[in-house]
């Protein structure tokens, strides 16, 4: 029997449990580094020859948040959408979807390989929800014409808790674990002096007690940096919700959220990110039902709660379960949808959404001064959700993405 293994059959942990000796073993930060710092060099240089191209890409239908417009033409000048045509190079679009480019608002990329798959399958922006070294997440960012990161701090967490002991694997140090509240001021200065995208905690049991998740939340409101909170059991989604984080990821697989859960959530404009992709591959490897999860997400959107689409895709050795990137946002759609929502809302999940819930106003929508972030679709995925693996083409701030295409 593996560590987590055992923590799980003794029901300390319910969801997110880790292998803190794996997780080290499959960590080796520095080579890791260097191989992403080269092939962004790399990606570069070869970037270069094809920039500052205007593009008009003719005959497709637009989704434009609700539904699929009638056949137009969407022009890219450079990385922005626009409304002149005059010089563009021509592309036939072949009636078409155009979607925004697809946004996972929970995942753990770690290399530059990772990032080829989110983008090849429409991924083009993606939220690391764990940033242990400020150097690594960084060596992920600015890779052109690949998927977007942005990025978490290190989710706060306390001594001795599972997330604890996974922040001590990652950095062989105590140093970043909270034993109460008097330490979340210079946790915080010190986690938003690099300038991560999102301040995360782990609600968890045993764990953060209920005055430091308050702090830290507070915290972030004060900076005006959104929050997130882990929260993969019942007791910790209570404290994660009364503690007023702005999003709260993954859903309890012990016992469905519950009309005090949702009304609270209502009331202080939360919003979830399911997770149900990671929460359906930790019920089949731990044969334990995925039906809770899913009546939550059904009962999240059934209260008018906002859903972000996410996967918790990671390839981390020592993790719970491994989900592939990329593909795993399709699946988060369809398991979206087989949970009550609509297409269309399931769409706004992975786009519209996460770009304003996070404040990237830039993005999530096609329309003239946005992001061209964009990705073809062949069907029409309003229909039928499960059109958003027929992806023709990609472009990522107005860059063609040239590798073969994922379904
Ligand atoms: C964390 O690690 C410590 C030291 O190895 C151990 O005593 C503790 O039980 C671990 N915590 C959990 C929740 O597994
Ligand atoms: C971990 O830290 C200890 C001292 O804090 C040091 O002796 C040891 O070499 C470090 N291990 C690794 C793998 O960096
Ligand atoms: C918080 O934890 C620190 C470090 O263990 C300790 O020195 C301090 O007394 C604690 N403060 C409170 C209010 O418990
Ligand atoms: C944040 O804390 C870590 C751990 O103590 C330390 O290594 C790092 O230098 C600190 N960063 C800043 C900017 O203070
Ligand atoms: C998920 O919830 C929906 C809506 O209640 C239901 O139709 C579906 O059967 C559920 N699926 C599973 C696997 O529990
Ligand atoms: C990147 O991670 C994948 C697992 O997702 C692994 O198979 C691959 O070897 C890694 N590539 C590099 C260059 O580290
Ligand atoms: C939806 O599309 C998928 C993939 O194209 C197909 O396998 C499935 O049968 C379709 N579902 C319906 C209800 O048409």
Same mark, same amino acid.
């Given at each position: ?109 770690? !290399? ?67 034993? !109460? ?75 469905? =959220? ?64 491994? =989900? ?28 519209? !959404? ?35 693996? !027929? ?17």
């Amino acid at each position: 029997m593996t560590i987590f293994e055992a923590l799980f059959f003794a029901k300390i942990v319910a969801g997110c449990a880790i292998d803190p000796v794996e997780y080290a073993r499959g960590n080796h930060l520095e080579p890791t580094i260097s191989a992403n710092i080269r092939a962004r060099h790399e990606r570069r240089a070869s970037i270069e020859l094809r920039s500052s191209q205007k593009i008009a890409i003719d005959n497709v239908r637009v989704f434009d948040g609700y539904s699929v417009c009638e056949p137009t033409t969407v022009v890219i000048d450079g990385d922005t959408i626009v409304t002149d045509p005059a010089g563009a190079r021509h592309v036939d679009g072949n009636g078409g979807v155009l979607l925004p480019g697809l946004i996972d608002s929970h995942c753990h990329p770690r !290399n530059a390989t990772e990032l080829q798959e989110l983008t090849r399958y429409g991924v083009t922006t993606a939220f690391s929800m764990a940033c242990f070294e400020p150097a690594m997440c960084e060596s992920l960012q600015d890779h052109p014409g690949l998927v977007d990161i942005k990025t978490s701090t290190t989710p706060a967490s306390a001594p001795g808790s599972v997330h604890g002991n996974l922040t001590i694997a990652a950095t062989n140090s105590t140093a970043l674990l909270l034993f !109460n509240s008097s330490q979340v001021p210079s946790w915080i200065a010190n986690q938003t002096s690099w300038g991560p995208n999102v301040i995360k905690a782990i609600a968890e049991s045993p764990g953060l007690d209920e005055s430091t998740l308050k702090a830290i939340a507070t915290a972030a409101h004060d900076d005006r940096t959104q929050s997130v909170c882990h929260a993969a059991d019942y007791k910790s989604y209570n404290q994660a919700v009364s503690a007023n984080f702005d999003q709260v990821h993954h859903t309890p697989l012990d016992k469905p =959220v519950d009309q005090d859960l949702l009304d609270r959530m209502f009331a202080q404009l939360q919003v979830s990110a399911p997770t149900l992709t990671m929460m359906q591959a930790i019920a089949e490897k731990l044969q334990e039902s995925f039906a809770v999860a899913n009546a939550s997400a059904n009962a999240l959107h059934a209260a008018k709660i906002p859903i972000l689409a996410g996967t918790d895709s990671n390839q981390i050795p020592g993790f719970i379960a491994n =989900v592939p990137f990329g593909s795993s946002l399709h699946l988060e759609l369809e398991l979206l949808v087989a949970a009550g929502l609509d297409p269309v809302e399931a769409l706004r999940a992975a786009t519209a !959404n996460p770009a304003w819930r996070f404040g990237f106003y830039d993005r999530g929508v096609i329309a003239p001064g946005k992001r061209a972030d964009l990705i073809l679709i062949s069907g029409d995925p309003t229909k039928n959700i499960s059109k958003t693996r !027929n992806i023709e083409r990609i472009w990522v701030a107005g860059i063609e993405y040239e590798g073969p295409l994922g379904t």
